[in-house]
């Protein structure tokens, strides 16, 4: 399977290895190096996800919760606290940071 646009090998195995991809299953497959792993869709998904939103300068891990819930859960509005909230288009387009100035 084909890496998502502007992802290298090396960013995808270090964030299969520190368990910022995981299955939907909750991590039958073993992290960690030496394990030969089929990606599926939905891990690819993730890997995209998480590469945009490291883009924007969310750090790895905020991004990879915000990726599996996403995409594992269906989850289209994630609120962060103090005004801000994550939006993401159903088709996975775009995604938009929201902040609301407090009253």
Do not use: C
């Not at 300068?57 to 269906?74: D, F, P, Q, T, Y």
């Amino acid at each position: 399977m084909k890496l998502p646009e502007g992802v290298t090998q090396r960013q995808a195995q270090y964030w299969i290895a520190n368990g910022y991809v995981l299955p939907p299953d909750g991590g039958s497959r073993a992290p960690g190096t030496g394990y030969h792993r089929k990606l599926t869709d939905e891990d690819m998904a993730v890997i995209a996800l998480i590469a945009r939103l490291r883009r924007v300068g969310i750090e790895v891990g905020l991004a990879s919760r915000l990726a599996r819930k996403h995409v594992h859960e269906g989850a289209q509005s994630i609120d962060l606290g103090d005004g801000i909230t994550v939006r993401f288009h159903p088709e996975h387009r775009y995604t938009m940071l929201n902040y609301r100035a407090p009253d």
